[in-house]
């Protein structure tokens, strides 16, 4: 499922404009994937709040949760096709939600804080993909992934290094 999910992303990068090698479509894909894991891992850790009696502070604002801007989806659970896409889409990703995520690292309480490393990790990354609508396409794949179980997260484990070797 992921090998074939990573080459269908591949193959729309390398005809986005933005993106013009291997290394590239790494480094989109990176982002991306890493902004949906932690959609994932937040929903598991306000879980075990939840069945544990416990509080748990979301750390991404609900206006840049995944699934705000990412993945909206409709009460029946389907993806909301008329979530953001094109200009608007890119737009949001380069003026609002890279923004935001890179002062996570001048917001923390300190160094060793998940926040900051979230925002020393956007200060150093740039949105390349300027469609809009190759940006849409992307995320919709990623979004089908699901990061739960072992097998899971060692199958993606496997496959992305194997892609950072090549």
Not at 126 to 154: M, P
């Amino acid at each position: 499922m992921f090998e074939q999910t990573f080459k269908n992303i591949d193959d729309i990068l390398h005809k986005d404009a933005g993106c013009g090698s291997e290394l590239d479509y790494v480094e989109q894909t990176s982002w991306i994937l890493f902004l949906k894991y932690l959609d994932d891992l937040e929903k598991d850790k306000e879980t075990a709040a939840l069945l544990s009696g416990k509080t748990y502070t979301k750390i991404i604002d609900p206006k840049y949760k995944w699934t705000k801007w990412a993945a909206p989806k409709l009460e029946n659970g389907k993806i909301d096709h008329n979530a953001m896409t094109g200009d608007d889409l890119v737009d949001f990703v380069n003026g609002e939600l890279f923004p935001y995520l890179k002062s996570f690292k001048t917001n923390a309480e300190n160094a060793n804080t998940i926040e900051y490393k979230i925002g020393e990790v956007f200060s150093e990354l740039k949105n390349r993909i300027q469609s809009g609508y190759n940006l849409r396409e992307v995320v919709n794949l990623i979004d089908e992934l699901r990061f739960r179980t072992h097998a899971e997260k060692h199958e993606m484990s496997h496959l992305y290094e194997g892609k950072i070797k090549n």
